[in-house]
């Protein structure tokens, strides 16, 4: 009882201020042929937090970010790193755009 009570105070009470807010977002995106990894993941970011999609291909690709103004990545095989900012609170999508596929949605506020 008492645990419970504890834990559901501390809960409340933390969290935003842990970590800074504009330390880079790192995801590892995978495209193999017409399979790309992830697909569709949710992620947070802040406006102007750095956010970095490390990617190994074994094609050449096209990774579209589809916010305003858009970032778009000519991806070549190998692994390559791409880094962009968002300005605007939305939803942004990023998708592989030779495979049509949706990698990730990405929450910005
Ligand atoms: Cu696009």
Do not use: W
Request: with cysteine.
């Amino acid at each position: 009882m008492i645990l419970t009570t504890a834990l559901a105070l501390t809960g409340c009470g933390s969290g935003n201020d842990s970590g800074g807010s504009h330390s880079p977002e790192h995801v590892k995106v995978t495209i193999k042929g017409d399979s790309v990894t992830p697909q569709s993941k949710p992620i947070n970011a802040s406006i102007g937090q750095p956010i970095v999609l490390d990617v190994t291909s074994n094609r050449n690709g096209e990774l579209h970010v589809h916010s305003s103004p858009e970032h778009e990545f000519e991806v070549a095989p190998g692994h390559s790193s791409y880094r962009f900012t968002l300005q605007q609170p939305g939803l942004v999508d990023v998708e592989e755009h030779v495979s049509d596929v949706l990698v990730l949605r990405i929450t910005v506020k």
